[in-house]
């Protein structure tokens, strides 16, 4: 079955600086897909990518997807306090299977102000 | 609309024992999938029930198990608990027009002693 590698594990940034997290597979992906989750809380959807080489862009918030579809990254841009959390990449395998969700191991993000 | 809803949401039970966890999927949502998360194992996908049938299963024991009804909600259960049950089982509900995107519940966290 599927298997996303996500890395780092933990990530501590100052407020300001940018953080990125990183998502690889070993086959490729019908798609990647990108969840937050708040401590507390629960996964909440930011996006997903389904195309080769896809870009996509949500305010400070920037979501890459290889040219293989193997890998895919999110790159946050002067980190805020409020970007505090767990961020999971995820992926289906498409068709029928688009609720068995493959989660990656998740990044812990700390903020310091 | 009202998002996804879990009850309950936290439980303690002891070993040998069965539970049962309920959840309720967005109105108009007719996919269901379960996810066990733990810190050890990070989320785990369990099944996805869609129109009462279970589409998608993961490897988990036959000791888990769940069902949905005609209205969409969604039941798990688990029998003959061990410690290493306990988690957070988090439900997450989809509709046939964004497949993809999942939206979770607040989850229920189980303490098995």
């Known amino acids: 079955g599927q298997q996303v590698m996500q890395i780092p594990q933990y990530q501590h940034v100052q407020e300001g600086e940018d953080f990125t997290t990183y998502c690889n597979s070993s086959t490729t992906l019908s798609n990647i897909q990108w969840y937050k989750q708040r401590p507390g809380g629960h996964p909440v959807f930011l996006i997903q990518?389904?195309?080769?080489?896809e870009v996509k862009k949500q305010k400070r918030l920037t979501f890459q997807f290889g040219e293989a579809k193997k890998n895919s990254s999110l790159h946050i841009t002067a980190t805020q306090t409020t970007d505090v959390g767990t961020y999971f990449c995820?992926?289906?395998?498409?068709?029928?299977?688009?609720?068995?969700?493959?989660f990656g191991q998740g990044t812990i993000l700390t903020v310091h102000p | 609309k009202a998002g996804v809803t879990q009850t309950p949401r936290y439980l303690i039970k002891t070993r040998g024992q069965q539970v049962t966890l309920s959840c309720s999927p967005i109105?108009?949502?007719?996919?269901v999938s379960w996810y066990q998360q733990t810190p050890g194992q990070g989320l785990q996908f369990l099944f996805e029930y869609f129109s009462e049938t279970q589409r998608n299963k993961g490897n988990f024991p036959g000791r888990f198990s769940g069902r949905q009804f005609s209205n969409s909600r969604s039941e798990m259960n688990v029998s003959t608990l061990e410690l290493g049950d306990s988690a957070l089982y988090l439900c997450?509900?989809?509709?046939?027009?964004?497949?993809?995107?999942?939206?979770f519940g607040p989850g229920t966290r189980l303490t098995v002693l």
């Open positions: 990518l389904v195309k080769s080489g």
């Open positions: 997450a509900s989809s509709w046939p027009r964004t497949a993809d995107t999942q939206y």
């Open positions: 109105s108009g949502h007719r996919s």
């Open positions: 995820a992926s289906n395998a498409g068709g029928t299977s688009y609720g068995k969700l493959t």
